[in-house]
């Protein structure tokens, strides 16, 4: 059967084209938002009918395709198009080499701490090219952020280039989470209870989960314990994380999370998670390195 959506351009070649309505339905993206990458990056390249009308091709919806796959893989949209819109879909920043590993982390850490957005993003897209999700995040991510931390607590950078880096690297990872609920996999639920608002260990984690196989539920920093326990219930979640970075919130919300560990596995890491609180809950302790706690939880368990 004929596609209706495919118009001939009136009085000239029969060349078909999608209105950017249909083209919108196909591809899941709003006209106002493809229009924008059709003037900012000139991902699509519509011909016109001789009444002056855009239409748009199927190589259009395949670069539109592409250029959406490289942002679900973690590129900023500006480089997911330069991507989608290569000859051969290669980046027009050259990969690095594992040696070089160092040095790029090296550039994501001189941009935050110059308040250098862009370049703090771009260094981000390089890392992204060159190396898997779970090296970025445990050698270049983390350590970058205890690196921050620990000048800040020396008083060798400003409060304002510790909130500006944490903003930035925040916003990244949240982008990089943008499918964690996809899939078939095992459900996990993370959170921060409430009064802990560093979150960045746990996003790290629950990319990492999310690398294998799970699907993952996020809310986040200082969410109250009750909150945590309606979501696990409501999706009936096979596990549920707990991430703090100080003891006090863990053991405010003792008494509800041992009942949810109880019923459901709970696992708890961070700093404030020491062996003895985790026993009281009754929950796992997970290491503090994101990709080995998400190995851990993903290993077969015992019977």
């Known amino acids: 059967m004929e596609d209706s959506s495919i118009r001939p351009v009136p009085g ?5 084209g999608l209105r950017i309505g249909e083209l919108s ?8 938002v493809l229009r924008a990458w059709e003037r900012r990056y000139g991902v699509l390249q519509p011909h016109r009918s001789r ?4 239409l748009y091709t199927a190589a259009d919806e395949e670069r539109i395709r592409r250029m959406l796959g490289h942002m679900e893989g973690g ?4 480089v997911a198009a330069r991507l989608a819109t290569a000859p051969l879909a290669a980046p027009d920043v050259a990969p690095a080499g594992a040696g070089d590993l160092g040095a790029l982390a090296e550039e994501l850490r001189t941009a ?14 390089r890392l992204l090219a060159a190396f898997a999700l779970d090296t970025v995040l445990r050698d270049a991510v983390l350590p970058v952020l205890a690196d921050l931390g620990e000048r800040w607590a020396r008083g060798t950078i400003t409060v304002g280039q510790e909130h500006f880096a944490t903003a930035v690297i925040a916003g990244r990872l949240h982008a990089l989470g943008r499918t964690r609920d996809a899939g078939v996999g ?6 921060c209870p409430s009064d802990e608002r560093h979150e960045l260990g746990l996003l790290c984690f629950g990319l990492a989960l999310r690398g294998r196989g799970w699907r993952v539920c996020y809310l986040g920093a200082d969410t109250p314990t009750a909150a ?23 053991v405010s919300a003792a008494d509800p999370l041992a009942a949810l560990a109880a019923a459901r596995r709970v696992c708890v890491g961070g700093h404030g998670a020491s062996a003895a609180l985790a026993a009281r809950l009754g929950a796992e302790r997970l290491p503090e390195d994101p990709i080995a706690a998400a190995d851990l939880v993903s290993a077969p368990r015992n019977p």
Do not use: C, K, M, N
Request: proline share 8%.
């Open 186 to 191: 095992p459900r996990a639920v993370l959170a």
């Open 12 to 16: 000239g070649p029969t060349r078909p």
């Open 25 to 32: 339905r196909r591809v899941g993206v709003t006209p106002d």
């Open 51 to 54: 009444a002056g009308q855009r």
């Open 75 to 78: 590129y900023s949209a500006a």
């Open 112 to 125: 935050l701490h110059g308040l250098d957005e862009a370049g703090a993003e771009a260094a981000f897209d």
């Open 228 to 250: 945590i326990v309606g979501v696990a219930e409501q999706l009936d979640a096979d596990l549920v994380v707990i991430g703090a970075v100080r003891a006090e919130p863990l």
